[in-house]
Nanobody, 119 residues
Framework: QVQLVESGGGSVQPGGSLRLSCKAS????????MGWYRQAPGKQRELVAT???????VYADSVKGRFTISADYAKRMVYLQMNSLKPEDTTVYYC?????????????WGQGTQVTVSS
């Protein structure tokens, strides 16, 4: 059974930092591209950042220079370090695992963790 369990969300003031963590189980971690997505109410889920097993990363333009994705393959963990947070970063963040060249129905999602940026 595949599980992606996020942690680390919470409330922070603008300009602050949070670190999200995602623990994966039930998958061969090194075969997957891991990522973080976010979805605000009434909006489509959007990519935040992804990382491959070769440590290639992709970031949304809105978070470049502020967020950093990393992975610890020995621990099956993926992280999202979020710095210089803005109110518009407020939403639910989801951990994602996708096997390259497989269709989306084979993707896996975590349950989500809320991030709130407010003064």
């Amino acid at each position: 059974q595949v599980q992606l369990v996020e942690s680390g969300g919470g409330s922070v003031q603008p300009g602050g930092s949070l670190r999200l963590s995602c623990k994966a189980s039930g998958i061969i971690f090194s075969l997957y591209t891991m990522g973080w997505y976010r979805q605000a109410p009434g909006k489509q889920r959007e990519l935040v950042a992804t990382i491959t097993s070769d440590s290639d990363t992709v970031y949304a333009d809105s978070v470049k220079g502020r967020f950093t994705i990393s992975a610890d393959y020995a621990k099956r963990m993926v992280y999202l370090q979020m710095n210089s947070l803005k109110p518009e970063d407020t939403t639910v963040y989801y951990c994602h695992a996708a096997k390259p060249h497989f269709p989306p129905q084979y993707d896996h999602w975590g349950q989500g963790t809320q991030v709130t940026v407010s003064s």
